[in-house]
């Protein structure tokens, strides 16, 4: 696990969209995991602009959403779909063919599921995962005591999550319950995983996850299984890290030729 401790979100927006910049400049047709929620915002306005400014072309690319609402239509404002298209899918050059969220309104959702996972795998498997963390831990929307085994299904969202995500639709009334979600399986076996937190709110489940035991409870935490698994904070969220020196060493040393 590497953690890169930026100065401030734009900092590590910006190291966030070098790594996925420089992944579609070797791979053209490189297949990226997407998230949802704040945090990857100015990681999507970066690679808008270095799509419109230098030319980074996304034309090969394909992408796969972790997940979605069950019970929405994509047309609906607070659809992880209709985020995807605002904050990047309408500003690059991804082909329509090539973006995948999860479909809230399928009829069979485990069959809905299991296509799901049979796409990525046809796809080639997803070289790079960009992940936010829950102030529950979880990651994708596998709240705390999924399977850390789990794959593509339905889930229902926490108390804290439907508190956190309920501003997107009017007041947790109103806030769907369930979604569809990668499972934290299916996560890990992106050949990257990359996960951002910014903000103090992060900072305690931040430390649970990196130096905390590995546990259920904390999904996030599946990631110290992940042999490229890379953690994104800015100093606030990086607060509760007990060997941030450490980290802030081996970034500040870390060869050349593991530099990209
Ligand atoms: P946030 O959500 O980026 O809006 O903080 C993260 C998450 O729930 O995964």
Request: hydrophobic fraction near 35%.
């Given at each position: 696990m590497e953690v890169i401790i930026a100065k401030n979100s734009a900092e590590g927006s910006s190291i966030a969209a070098r790594l996925?910049?420089n992944?579609?400049?070797?791979?053209?047709?490189?297949?990226?995991?997407?998230?949802?929620?704040?945090?990857?915002?100015?990681?999507?306005?970066?690679?808008?602009?270095?799509?419109?400014?230098?030319?980074?072309?996304?034309?090969?690319?394909?992408?796969?959403?972790?997940?979605?609402?069950?019970?929405?239509?994509?047309?609906?404002?607070?659809?992880?779909?209709?985020?995807?298209?605002?904050?990047?899918?309408?500003?690059?050059?991804?082909?329509?063919?090539?973006?995948?969220?999860?479909?809230?309104?399928?009829?069979?959702?485990?069959?809905?599921?299991?296509?799901?996972?049979?796409?990525?795998?046809?796809?080639?498997?997803?070289?790079?995962?960009?992940?936010?963390?829950?102030?529950?831990?979880?990651?994708?929307?596998?709240?705390?005591?999924?399977?850390?085994?789990?794959?593509?299904?339905?889930?229902?969202?926490?108390?804290?999550?439907?508190?956190?995500?309920?501003?997107?639709?009017?007041?947790?009334?109103?806030?769907?319950?369930?979604?569809?979600?990668?499972?934290?399986?299916?996560?890990?076996?992106?050949?990257v995983c990359l996960l951002m937190a910014f903000?103090?709110?992060?900072?305690?489940?931040v430390a649970?996850?990196v130096e905390?035991?590995?546990?259920?409870?904390?999904?996030?935490?599946?990631l110290?299984?992940?042999?490229s698994a890379k953690f994104i904070l800015d100093e606030a969220a990086a607060a509760?890290l007990e060997k941030r020196s450490y980290y802030n060493y081996v970034y500040e040393h870390k060869p050349s030729w593991q530099c990209e």
């Open positions: 996925v910049a992944l579609v400049r070797r791979k053209p047709n490189a297949v990226l995991g997407l998230a949802t929620g704040a945090t990857p915002l100015l990681l999507y306005q970066e690679l808008v602009r270095l799509h419109r400014e230098e030319g980074l072309d996304f034309g090969g690319v394909t992408t796969f959403n972790l997940d979605e609402y069950v019970g929405l239509p994509p047309s609906h404002s607070g659809s992880y779909y209709s985020y995807m298209k605002k904050n990047l899918l309408d500003h690059i050059n991804v082909p329509p063919q090539g973006i995948n969220v999860p479909d809230g309104l399928t009829a069979d959702i485990p069959k809905f599921c299991g296509e799901y996972e049979a796409r990525i795998k046809k796809a080639g498997g997803i070289d790079l995962q960009v992940l936010g963390i829950g102030a529950d831990g979880h990651i994708g929307f596998n709240e705390p005591t999924s399977s850390l085994a789990s794959r593509t299904r339905i889930k229902t969202l926490t108390v804290e999550t439907l508190r956190d995500n309920g501003a997107d639709f009017g007041g947790v009334a109103n806030a769907p319950h369930h979604v569809i979600t990668m499972g934290i399986g299916t996560i890990l076996e992106s050949r903000g103090e709110k992060k900072a305690g489940v649970l996850a905390g035991p590995l546990t259920s409870m904390v999904p996030a935490s599946a110290q299984l992940h042999p509760g």
